[in-house]
C-alpha cells in the first residue's frame, strides 16, 4: 500500500505507540489527525510534531467518534488510513483484586469496544476509498498470554480474532487489515514494569514498513519467534511471556 498523500486517523496518538506512528506516517507524505481523551496531551503532542491535526475523542462513545471523524474530515478530507493504537493495561490477580472488575471494564471498554466503534465509524469512508486500510495494535500476547494480565490479554486474543474477521469479511474490497503484534514496548503504560522493551520508534517503523509490503500481520522483534513457539507449543510460550516481564502490583500500570 502506497502511503504517499493518504489521510490518516489514529486513536490513542497523543503518547506512546500512537504518538510514534503518527510521526512516522508524516515523514511518509500522509496528512495525520490524532485522538485521545487529554487536551492536554494532544497539545503537547502538536508541539512535538508540527502539522498534526489533533480532536478531543472518547473512543467508547459513539456519538464522540463520529463527531471526531466528521470534524477531521472536514479539516483533512476523506480518511484513507485508521490506526486503532488506543489502549490501557492492568495486572491484577483476578480472584483477590476487588477492583478486578473495574479494570476489565476499563480494558475491555478502550482496547476492544473503542476499536470496534472507531472501525465502524471508519468503514463509512474507507469503503469509498480506493485503497485503504484498518491498522489495529494488538500485541504478542495475542498469541500467548501474560497470565498476570487476565482480561489485557483477552482483549488482545479478541483483536487478534476481529483482525482475521475483518480481514475475510472485506476481502474484495478496497479496505486491508493490519494487525500490529509489539513486545512489551517502552512506554508510559510499561514504565513501572522491568524488562527488555523495543522503542515505540522501533514499532512505528515496523508498521509503516508492513503497511507498504501488505503485511497483514506485523509481528515485531521477537514476536516472530513467538508466534512459531505459540503453535509448536502453547504452555512453554504461556511461560516465556510471563516470566520475560515482571508484573507491576495490581491495579498499576
Do not use: W
Amino acid at each position: 500500500m502506497d502511503l504517499q498523500g493518504k489521510n490518516a486517523v489514529i486513536t490513542g496518538g497523543s503518547s506512546g505507540i500512537g504518538l510514534a506512528i503518527a510521526r512516522a506516517l508524516t515523514e511518509q507524505g500522509c496528512k495525520v489527525a490524532i485522538l485521545g481523551r487529554s487536551q492536554d496531551k494532544l497539545d503537547a503532542a502538536l508541539r512535538q510534531v508540527p502539522g498534526l491535526q489533533a480532536r478531543a475523542c472518547d473512543v467508547t462513545d459513539e456519538a464522540s467518534v463520529r463527531a471526531a471523524f466528521e470534524a477531521v474530515g472536514a479539516q483533512l478530507g476523506a480518511i484513507d488510513l485508521v490506526v486503532n493504537a488506543a489502549g490501557t493495561s492492568r495486572a491484577c490477580r483476578f480472584a483477590e483484586d476487588p477492583d478486578a472488575i473495574r479494570l476489565a471494564r476499563e480494558e475491555i471498554g478502550t482496547n476492544l469496544l473503542g476499536t470496534v466503534v472507531v472501525t465502524k465509524v471508519a468503514l463509512s469512508t474507507l469503503l469509498t476509498r480506493p485503497t485503504a486500510a484498518v491498522v489495529i495494535v494488538s500485541s504478542g500476547i495475542a498469541y500467548a498470554p501474560h497470565l498476570a494480565e487476565p482480561t489485557h490479554s483477552a482483549t488482545k486474543a479478541a483483536l487478534h480474532a476481529l483482525c482475521r474477521c475483518l480481514r475475510a469479511q472485506l476481502r474484495g474490497t478496497p479496505v486491508r487489515v493490519f494487525e500490529v503484534l509489539p513486545p512489551l514496548t517502552d512506554t508510559e503504560l510499561t514504565r513501572a514494569v522491568k524488562g527488555k522493551k523495543v522503542s515505540v520508534e522501533t514499532v512505528a517503523r515496523a508498521v509503516v514498513r508492513g503497511i507498504e509490503r501488505d503485511r497483514h500481520e506485523i509481528r515485531i522483534s521477537i514476536v516472530k519467534a513467538l508466534y512459531v513457539l505459540s503453535r509448536l507449543s502453547p504452555a512453554l510460550a504461556e511461560r516465556i511471556v510471563t516470566n520475560s516481564a515482571p508484573t507491576p502490583g495490581p491495579g498499576t500500570a
